[in-house]
């Protein structure tokens, strides 16, 4: 099985998979799982539906919560037992079945190991990168895990790979001379891979570059010089096929080397992949976007002699970044207003802007987004004092506390910040002894909360 692009297969499955992600992006992740797996099912090679499915797979496994979790993971084990038994005789059918369940609960080590072995029955060692990849996100330590992963690059001829990867295994047991002998076997069979792709030069180069790609993978490279060197060899790597996952990681490396404008243009070449807009890389042209505008504002500041007029010129820049934040927020409610994570964020620009009317709305709106339902509360509480409601802020901020109080008893940063602002609207409508109490409340678990004991001794008249 090899790795298949939207360019490879058949026109139908193109369409398909368009109309999917666009469905989808106005959807919660639940609804767009659903219509993204049967087209990994029908494909289980198309990288760009597999690269989607799992985006919102992760989002869904994190919504799931502990009870989510739970029921996945005690109900995957009987599945998995039908699955072992095609593993053999029929690995692509226990691919797609290993798909099916983990559609359900991506994190879940047992089964994404299970689909590794599936994939390297089925020769397709894409999918078993793939696969050990998602293991290591969400078990990064797990030695277990890495060893396999180590052991399945080294069998794929990967020994580059296998011995950069070995190394944060042996960095965990540094006196371990067992483990530290394993690792020179490793970098032996690194050198002798080396020596026969002499246009890469030495092994350290080698291994430089796989934690080049690592740190793009994790966002975590701030070296422009790295950068440089990712992007051309993504740019190699494009010559063999176009690729939106490369498109995505030469952007991302033309974003760490400040080329905001190359950074855009790749994400442009995504979107018009795609043949429609995909909220996520509008954010990424965004970003873009707006590093634009901080670098010439950071000019400003760093040589104003230089300029004329630089504080007026930053005051205007300023205001044109935050017009440009409020502009695409509004853009993107208005292509897809069934997505409640873009009116969430609206609201929140909106807010920011003290255009409390449209963040009024939006929040309205947005809270029906399980995750986001007391954060809307909350800012609903906040906005409706700003405009001098304070008896409606008190009702949706007693709300927000006591759905706060179901999910915790513990005094989180979100608890505290809902008993101040709750304090705040009983100042405003006139209710100064239980805005004491909250603000008590707060003193109790948290002395330095903002200007909590002012407000105490302002209250008891002291």
């Known amino acids: 099985m090899k790795p298949l692009e939207l360019n490879e297969v058949h026109v139908n499955t193109r369409e398909a998979f368009q109309r999917a992600c666009k469905s989808a992006a106005r959807l919660g992740a639940k609804d767009a799982v659903e219509l993204l797996l049967p087209i990994v099912l029908r494909n289980p090679a ?11 797979e992760r989002v869904k496994t994190q919504e799931a919560g502990m009870l989510g979790k ?30 099916t369940v983990l559609a359900t609960y991506l994190d879940n080590p047992p089964l994404l190991k299970l689909l590794a072995d599936a994939a390297d029955h089925a020769n397709a060692f ?4 793939e696969a050990m990849e998602t293991l290591r996100t969400y078990h990064p330590t797990d030695e277990a895990s890495l060893r396999l992963y180590v052991q399945y690059l080294a069998d794929n001829n990967c020994q580059c790979e296998a011995a950069a990867l070995f190394k944060e295994i042996a960095a965990s047991h540094p006196n371990d001379t067992a483990v530290q002998g394993e690792l020179r076997q490793y970098l032996a069979a690194a050198s002798v891979e080396q020596n026969q792709r002499t246009e890469e030069g030495s092994i350290s180069a080698a291994l430089e570059k796989e934690s080049v790609e690592q740190h793009l993978v994790e966002s975590t490279l701030h070296d422009s010089s790295q950068a440089q060197r990712a992007i051309a060899k993504y740019e190699e790597d494009l010559k063999q096929g176009e690729s939106m996952d490369i498109r995505r990681k030469i952007a991302e490396a033309y974003m760490v080397s400040e080329d905001y404008d190359k950074a855009i243009e790749n994400y442009q070449l995504i979107l018009q992949s795609l043949g429609t807009l995909d909220p996520q890389i509008d954010k990424q042209i965004e970003r ?10 950071k000019e400003l500041e760093k040589n104003p002699t230089a300029y ?39 609201g929140m620009i909106a807010f920011e802007r003290n255009e409390f009317q449209t963040a009024i709305e939006q929040f309205q709106m947005a809270q029906r987004n399980p995750q986001r339902r007391i954060s809307c509360i909350y800012y609903l509480g906040r906005c409706f004092m700003a405009i001098g409601q304070a008896d409606m802020a008190v009702n949706q901020l007693e709300n927000a506390l006591r759905e706060v109080n179901q999910n915790t008893q513990s005094y989180t940063r979100e608890k505290l910040d809902v008993l101040y602002a709750l304090g705040q609207a009983y100042e405003s409508a006139a209710q100064p002894e239980k805005a004491l109490n909250c603000f008590k409340e707060i003193y109790q678990n948290d002395i330095s909360y903002s200007d909590v004991a002012e407000k105490i001794k302002k209250l008891q008249g002291k």
Do not use: H, T
């Open 308 to 346: 004329e007029a630089p504080e007026e010129q930053k005051k205007a820049l300023l205001e044109q970044r935050a017009d440009y934040r409020f502009r695409k927020a509004a853009e993107r409610v208005q292509v897809y207003p069934n997505d409640q994570q873009l009116r969430y964020d609206y």
């Open 126 to 129: 894409f999918l078993v990168r």
């Open 288 to 297: 873009a976007n707006l590093c634009k505008y901080d670098a010439v504002i």
């Open 46 to 56: 198309l990288l760009p539906a597999r690269e989607k499915l799992r985006e919102y």
């Open 70 to 99: 739970l029921k996945a993971l005690l109900l995957a084990p009987l599945k998995m037992l039908s699955i072992k038994g095609k593993v053999e005789s029929d690995p692509v059918a226990a691919v797609k079945a290993c798909e």
